[in-house]
């Protein structure tokens, strides 16, 4: 019986021995062809998060045809790699079913694009830059720097507000000003802390000033003006400032909440 053991062994031997020669040079192959496809797409204006994802699903089908080839090579039924492949898969995908919604999430994030690495988005409720795009999930880091973890089946199912993929924003800014002053006086004087400003633009359209609302004690201005997406907050917190001096400077009053307290004296 050892004799026999030792004739199959020795009939099978080149069958391993080609088998070990598929996979060393298959496993080099996969990884220069990934090395290949990065050197590739990185002279390419192709989003890398795209394209390192794309790079991830060729690896990973790479890698299943070798296991399929190095099979084959030590003669196990094709018929029982299938059976096997097919109930692997049903295994796996019984047991990690919410895992792939959100694969399938990150294939449709890569189709449709919503975002790319460095926007800032807002989702059910958080917001801040994308930082990275896995198979899985998508990370995002607030402005304190906290890390929010959001699997990619939320992604494809909740609303996302994309605030940085056009290039230019609209600033809405409202001011107050005594009911007393006069409001074409108030227009200019604010129109020209507007043109003052380095970040404002006259297109897509020029700023404009409009009377939105009356108060108690107030009248309501409503400044409206374009800027450069980048530029959103520098504009937001300089016109805030440049506001208030402007009006100071042009004696505008900008009116403050006030009780009048009347005592009646009876006797």
Known sequence: MLDKLLKQLLDYLPNLLYALII??????????TAKLLRAAFSRTKLDKTGWSFLISVIKATMYVILAVMVLSQLKVPM????AALGTAGLAIGLA???????????????????FKVGDYIEIGGKEGNVSSISIISTKLLTLDSKAIIIPNSIMTSKTITNYTQEDHRRLELRFNISCREDFEHARDTLLEAVTANSYTLDKPQLPYVRMSRHAGSSVELLLRVWVKTEDYWEAYY????EVKSAF???????PFEQLDVHIKNEE
């Open 238 to 241: 300089g016109l805030l400032a």
């Open 79 to 82: 018929s029982s790699i299938v």
């Open 248 to 254: 100071e400077g042009a004696d505008i009053t900008i």
């Open 23 to 32: 996979f060393v040079i298959g496993f080099f192959v996969i990884r220069l």
């Open 96 to 114: 990690l079913r919410d895992s792939l919604s959100n694969v399938a999430g990150g294939f449709i994030l890569m189709f449709s694009r919503p």
